[in-house]
Nanobody, 118 residues
Framework: HVQLVESGGGLVQPGGSLRPSCAASGFTFSTYPMRWYGQAPGKERELVAFISSTGGGGVTRLRDSVTGRFTISRDNVKKTVYLQMNDLKNEDTAVYYC?????????WGQGTLVTVTS
C-alpha cells in the first residue's frame, strides 16, 4: 500500500542539527516531487521545502525563514527524502510532515516532532 514513514526528529538545543527522513513505498517514488511541511504548536501547517523529481530537473525550494539553514534532498534508490536541518532555532519547533501529491490524492507521513529549546 501507499505509505510515507518518517523518522529522525528529536530534542536539540539552538544551533544544533537534525536530519529527518521519510521513506516511501507503494508508488513510483522517483517520478514525483516531494515536500516537507512544518506545523508549529497552535499554528497552521505550512510548506517548508520542495524537491522536484529528477525528470523535473531536481529543483529545490525552501521557505525564506529556513533558506541557508535547511536542505532538502532525495535518494531514489532508497526511496527516501531527507530534510537536513542546521542551525536550528526555537521557532523551528514543529511537527514535520512529508507529502507526496499523487494523481489519486495527497499522501502524508505520520509526522516527526522537532523540538528546539535551551
Amino acid at each position: 500500500h501507499v505509505q510515507l514513514v518518517e523518522s529522525g526528529g528529536g530534542l536539540v538545543q539552538p544551533g544544533g542539527s537534525l536530519r529527518p527522513s521519510c521513506a516511501a513505498s507503494g508508488f513510483t517514488f522517483s517520478t514525483y516531487p516531494m515536500r516537507w511541511y512544518g506545523q508549529a504548536p497552535g499554528k497552521e501547517r505550512e510548506l517548508v521545502a520542495f524537491i522536484s523529481s529528477t525528470g523535473g530537473g531536481g529543483v529545490t525550494r525552501l521557505r525564506d525563514s529556513v533558506t541557508g539553514r535547511f536542505t532538502i534532498s532525495r535518494d531514489n534508490v532508497k526511496k527516501t527524502v531527507y530534510l537536513q536541518m542546521n542551525d536550528l532555532k526555537n521557532e523551528d519547533t514543529a511537527v514535520y510532515y512529508c507529502k507526496a501529491e499523487l494523481p489519486t490524492g495527497a499522501i502524508w507521513g505520520q509526522g516527526t516532532l522537532v523540538t528546539v529549546t535551551s
